[in-house]
């Protein structure tokens, strides 16, 4: 069973490398995902590559939290997670739009 406060402190002493992975790593699939609407492809793609995207999203909120539980209040942190929101807002809203966008495109056929 994995205990909180071990992956807390494993999240806090490992920052730079974590955060020197999940930036670019979030920076890199969101591109993605929105390249692969632009391009119109398949649905199944678009969700496969948001949820990538969303994981690693997440994962960097989860890492800002544990620098929040300790009370470090800085700027780093709260940049970081609004990068890590704004990454989730993106993937979610590509899904979504697409999904719209399908929708539209199927009515105005019928």
């Known amino acids: 069973m994995l205990e909180f ?15 020197a992975f999940l930036v670019p790593a979030n920076l890199i699939t969101t591109l993605v995902t929105m390249i692969l609407v632009v391009l119109r492809r398949p649905f199944h793609q678009i969700c496969q590559a948001a949820r990538i995207a969303c994981i690693f999203a997440f994962v960097m909120v989860l890492h800002v939290y544990s620098w929040f539980a300790v009370g470090v209040v800085m700027a780093p942190t709260f940049i970081l997670l609004s990068l890590a929101m704004t990454c989730l ?3 979610t809203g590509a899904v979504v739009y697409h999904r719209l966008y399908r929708l539209h495109r199927l009515h105005r056929y019928v």
């Open 5 to 19: 406060n071990a992956l807390a402190e494993f999240s806090r002493s490992n920052c730079i490398a974590i955060c």
């Open 89 to 91: 807002l993106i993937n």
